[in-house]
Nanobody, 121 residues
Framework: QVQLVESGGGLVQPGGSLRLSCAAS????????MGWYRQAPGKQRELVAI???????NYADSVKGRFTISRNNVKNTVYLQMNSLKPEDTAVYYC???????????????WGQGTLVTVSS
């Protein structure tokens, strides 16, 4: 079974930092884009950051300069380093990846289970 498993959420004070991780596991042939989305209470899910397998990145305007997305293609893992966190960053953060799997051979868009980030004093 191919899945994404996230870790790293929690409670942090404003101005603090957190690092989220998301690892893909299973019969993986290749991974295209990997990204992070978030959903705050009462709001729609929104893109936070995305990275392609070529290393290109894109960020939501609200997190530019504060968040950094990176990936380790050997470990099939994507990270989100979040600095200078604000209360408005509070949300459930979801990992997303476009994955080609081998058994059977097909393309899947996968989502992680979500990890809660709470920014509060």
């Amino acid at each position: 079974q191919v899945q994404l498993v996230e870790s790293g959420g929690g409670l942090v004070q404003p101005g603090g930092s957190l690092r989220l991780s998301c690892a893909a596991s299973g019969s993986i042939f290749s991974i295209n884009a990997m990204g992070w989305y978030r959903q705050a209470p009462g709001k729609q899910r929104e893109l936070v950051a995305i990275t392609t397998n070529g290393g290109s990145t894109n960020y939501a305007d609200s997190v530019k300069g504060r968040f950094t997305i990176s990936r380790n293609n050997v470990k099939n893992t994507v990270y989100l380093q979040m600095n200078s966190l604000k209360p408005e960053d509070t949300a459930v953060y979801y990992c997303n990846a476009g994955v080609t799997v081998t058994v059977p051979y097909r393309y899947l868009e996968l989502w992680g289970q979500g990890t809660l980030v709470t920014v509060s004093s």
